[in-house]
T-cell receptor, first 117, second 111 residues
Framework: SAVISQKPSRDICQRGTSLTIQCQVDSQVTMMFWYRQQPGQSLTLIATANQGSEATYESGFVIDKFPISRPNLTFSTLTVSNMSPEDSSIYLCSVAPASGRGQETQYFGPGTRLLVL | GENVEQHPSTLSVQEGDSAVIKCTYS??????FPWYKQELGKGPQLIIDIRSNVGEKKDQRIAVTLNKTAKHFSLHITETQPEDSAVYFC??????????FGAGTRLFVKA
């Protein structure tokens, strides 16, 4: 498994502002992902963070709203831009240490709890 | 694409009883099925997983079964304890390193 930390753990933000969430892993990993979990709901994949190239976004999520960086194999950031109350969610970073089909085990960070007023 | 359905949404059991959570998936090409436990205020934690070449896997009080023909898989928790109270998510790999999650089951274990 991998030890994953996220910063901040929680924040309260004003609408129209942006927040950058950091994800740090204790070892180099091939795959990193960002998920959103709305209150009482399941996990929805926002994007796959690719090292050295642009992130791959899922349907319904766009780079202008959720820019992602992945400068190396242990770190990634997700920015939630121009926030509205609808962005209030838990944002989760996950990693898959191994690559290849059948090696998709993902491990999650503790999450960032965001409230937008 | 892959779709995962999970039942029940809420499950309440008495301490010491068993709990069963069931999931179905749609993509016959899926070969990997993890289960996660999420406690309040924490991220999901992997508790057990199963691959398609195995029909059943057990780890102490937790077991998972897989029926590839019917595209069903289930989580069984025996001798439940209050600390088992949490939200449980089933999931299925969907190719391209993606994982699709079920809607979750909120388990309450009453002491």
């Amino acid at each position: 498994s991998a030890v994953i930390s996220q910063k901040p753990s929680r924040d309260i933000c004003q609408r129209g502002t942006s927040l950058t969430i950091q994800c740090q892993v204790d070892s180099q990993v091939t795959m990193m992902f960002w998920y959103r979990q709305q209150p009482g709901q399941s996990l929805t994949l926002i994007a796959t963070a690719n090292q050295g190239s642009e992130a791959t976004y899922e349907s319904g999520f766009v780079i202008d709203k959720f820019p992602i960086s992945r400068p190396n194999l242990t770190f990634s950031t997700l920015t939630v831009s121009n926030m509205s109350p609808e962005d209030s969610s838990i944002y989760l970073c996950s990693v898959a240490p191994a690559s290849g089909r059948g090696q998709e085990t993902q491990y999650f960070g503790p999450g960032t709890r965001l409230l937008v007023l | 694409g892959e779709n995962v359905e999970q039942h029940p949404s809420t499950l309440s059991v008495q301490e010491g009883d068993s709990a069963v959570i069931k999931c179905t998936y749609s993509d016959s090409a899926s070969n990997y099925f993890p289960w996660y436990k999420q406690e309040l205020g924490k991220g999901p934690q992997l508790i057990i997983d199963i691959r398609s070449n195995v029909g059943e896997k057990k780890d102490q009080r937790i077991a998972v079964t897989l029926n590839k023909t019917a595209k069903h898989f289930s989580l069984h928790i025996t001798e439940t304890q209050p600390e088992d109270s949490a939200v449980y998510f089933c999931a299925a790999e969907a190719g391209g390193f993606k994982t699709i999650f079920g809607a979750g089951t909120r388990l309450f274990v009453k002491a």
